[in-house]
C-alpha cells in the first residue's frame, strides 16, 4: 500500500483534502438547517473515524488527526475562492471544486497508489458523501416530513459516481 511518503507535499494535500471537500460539498448543496448541519459535521466525523481504522494504510494515513489541522487551513483558503459568490453560484463552485480535487487524486493513486488503494480511496469518498447526505433530513416541518437526502444531494452523488467510474 502506498504511504504519505510517496507523494510530493502537493499530491498529498489532495489526496487528504478531496474527501473533506466532498463532504463540504454535499453539505453545501443541501439546506438542512442548523441542526442539520452539526447531524452532518458528526457524520463526517464518524466516516473518518472508519477510515482511521481502515485495513487500507493509506486511509488510515490520510484520516489521522495530524492531517485535520492541515484540512481545516486548506478548506479555509479554498473556501475564500467563493468568498462574496451568490449562495447558488457559491455551492456550484464548491461541488466543481471537489469533483475535480476528486479526480485529480483518482488519477494519483492509479499512478502511484498500491494495489487496493484506488478501490479503498473512492469508497471512501463516495461513503463519506453519502453519509452527510444522509446525516440530516431536508424539508419538513419541525422534524417531520422532508427526505433523508434531497434532489441536489443526489444529483451530487450521481455526479460523484460519475467521477469515480471515469477513473476507474
Not at 510530493?8 to 439546506?31: F, I
Not at 463516495?126 to 441536489?152: D, H, N, T, W
Amino acid at each position: 500500500m502506498a504511504t504519505k511518503t510517496d507523494f510530493s507535499a502537493q499530491e498529498w494535500a489532495t489526496l487528504r483534502d478531496a474527501a473533506h471537500l466532498t463532504a463540504l460539498a454535499v453539505t453545501a448543496s443541501g439546506s438542512s438547517g442548523i441542526f442539520g448541519t452539526i447531524k452532518e459535521g458528526v457524520s463526517i466525523s464518524a466516516a473518518l473515524m472508519e477510515g482511521m481504522q481502515a485495513d487500507n494504510e493509506l486511509l488510515r494515513e490520510l484520516c489521522a488527526k495530524e492531517e485535520l489541522e492541515s484540512v481545516r487551513a486548506a478548506l479555509k483558503g479554498r473556501l475564500e475562492e467563493v468568498k462574496g459568490k451568490k449562495p447558488d453560484e457559491a455551492k456550484a463552485a464548491i461541488a466543481a471544486m471537489a469533483l475535480t480535487d476528486v479526480t485529480q487524486a483518482l488519477t494519483l493513486l492509479k499512478s502511484k497508489g498500491a494495489s487496493g488503494d484506488l478501490g479503498a480511496y473512492s469508497a471512501f469518498v463516495r461513503g463519506m458523501g453519502q453519509k452527510v447526505a444522509e446525516a440530516a433530513k431536508e424539508g419538513g416541518f419541525l422534524g417531520f416530513g422532508g427526505e433523508r437526502i434531497s434532489e441536489p444531494e443526489r444529483d451530487l452523488l450521481a455526479r460523484l459516481d460519475s467521477t469515480i467510474s471515469a477513473a476507474a
